[in-house]
Structure formats: structure tokens, C-alpha cells
């Protein structure tokens, strides 16, 4: 149980392009998501809290014109990095609470190149 | 600010050996999960504690959650390479604060055989 699914696993894109990621909980569903970037052999940022159906929530210094985040159903959640450049590249994670308990869930990541 | 300080940084080990990683902070969590991350993956949850004092066993894992739920430590006992990873603690901040995950710095183990 709880699964987390990312799509998709690795995306090349060019600069100035923009990437939509996808993260969704498979059996069972997220009142909460949460979105973090991780640089390699780090731990992880947060970047945003998403709930069901209201407007993200940004941590300080992350643009939230640049990371546009919908979490349109309790099993969906969508980052959207626009107009991508070169330091966008980074592994993206996602997690999904159920608000239950404070476990988190964590997607298998997405692995960004923008050229 | 929550901090999570998590130690040591680097551990190279041979097979057999015992191991523990800590992680300390000023603030209470509601719990404290850890997680064990491979390259290119995202983390997998290895136990989730919440009762101070709470013990919890997982084959030749130990977590420990200290009394007054600052503290955690992971002990794993004859380390095997397939221990290798990056291993995570993560506190859960009060629901006030959106139930987040202040995370530590993790711990690169690594198990030569």
C-alpha cells in the first residue's frame, strides 16, 4: 500500500521550454502533496504544499510563477516548471500525505535536463 | 527555524560492522520518520516513530525516538552492502504548520564487502 507514482522518470528539454511532472497516489488518496527538489548527495527541499483543491504553498524563495503547482484531485498533483533554464536541472520529488498521520509517501523522483 | 542536525555525514564501513546515525534538534516533532534513499530514486520510508521513548525494530535495524521527541537515532547491526544508501531523518513539524518534514542533511553509507 501507499504508492506513489512520477511521470515521468526523466525529461530532457530545451531552454525556455516548459516541463509538466506529474505525481499521483495510486491506493489511496492525498489530501496533501508535497514537492521537493534535491541536488546530488543532498537531502531534500521543500518546495510547496499543495492540498486538494486550494492554492499551493510556496516556501521562501521559490518562485511560484516558475513552479506552478495544481493538485486537482485527491490523487493528482502536477508541477509545471516554465520556461525552464539550465540551473531548473535537478531531481524532483514528490510525497503524498494522507492527513491521517504525518507519513509522507515519496514518488520514485523525476530526473530534469534542461539543455 | 527548525533545524534537524543529523550526523555523521559520511560513514564507509566494512561488512559485519555495527553502525549509528543520529539526528538532534531544539524542537519537538510530532514524529520522526526515517528513510533510506538509492541514487536516482526517490526515499523509501524505513519506520515512522511517535511515542517518546518509543524503541522500534526492523530485522538488524534499531530506531529510537528520545524521550522528549527531539532526537532520533538508527542503528543497524552487522551492516551488509546492501545497507548502502542515503539514509534520511525527517521530523513532522505540528499540523499548524502544515504538517511538513523538516529533514536532516543524511548519511551516506556506504558497506564494503
Known amino acids: 500500500g501507499a504508492v506513489v507514482s512520477q511521470h515521468p522518470s526523466r525529461v530532457i528539454c530545451k531552454s525556455g521550454t516548459s516541463v509538466k511532472i506529474e505525481c499521483r497516489s495510486l491506493d489511496f488518496q492525498a489530501t496533501t502533496m508535497f514537492w521537493y527538489r534535491q541536488f546530488p548527495k543532498q537531502s531534500l527541499m521543500l518546495m510547496a504544499t499543495?492540498?486538494?483543491?486550494?492554492?499551493?504553498?510556496?516556501e521562501q524563495g521559490v518562485e511560484k510563477d516558475k513552479f506552478l503547482i495544481n493538485h486537482a484531485s485527491l490523487t493528482l498533483s502536477t508541477l509545471t516548471v516554465t520556461s525552464a533554464h539550465p540551473e531548473d536541472s535537478s531531481f524532483y520529488i514528490c510525497s503524498a500525505s494522507t492527513g491521517v498521520t504525518d507519513t509522507q509517501y515519496f514518488g520514485p523522483g523525476t530526473r530534469l535536463t534542461v539543455l | 527555524t527548525q533545524l534537524l542536525k543529523q550526523s555523521p555525514q559520511f560513514l564507509s564501513i566494512q561488512e559485519g560492522e555495527n553502525l549509528t546515525v543520529y539526528c538532534n534538534s531544539s524542537?519537538?516533532?510530532?514524529?520522526l520518520q526515517w528513510y533510506r534513499q538509492e541514487p536516482g530514486e526517490g526515499p523509501v520510508l524505513l519506520v515512522t516513530v511517535v511515542t517518546g521513548g518509543e524503541v522500534k525494530k526492523l530485522k538488524r535495524l534499531t530506531f529510537q525516538f528520545g524521550d522528549a521527541r527531539k532526537d532520533s537515532s538508527l542503528h543497524i547491526t552487522a551492516a551488509q552492502p546492501g545497507d548502502t544508501g542515503l539514509y534520511l531523518c525527517?521530523?513532522?513539524?505540528?499540523?499548524?504548520?502544515?504538517?511538513?518534514?523538516?529533514f536532516g542533511a543524511g548519511t551516506i553509507l556506504r558497506v564494503k564487502s
Open positions: 524542537s519537538v516533532f510530532s514524529s
Open positions: 499543495s492540498n486538494e483543491g486550494s492554492k499551493a504553498t510556496y
Open positions: 525527517a521530523g513532522a513539524l505540528p499540523r499548524e504548520y502544515g504538517n511538513k518534514l523538516v
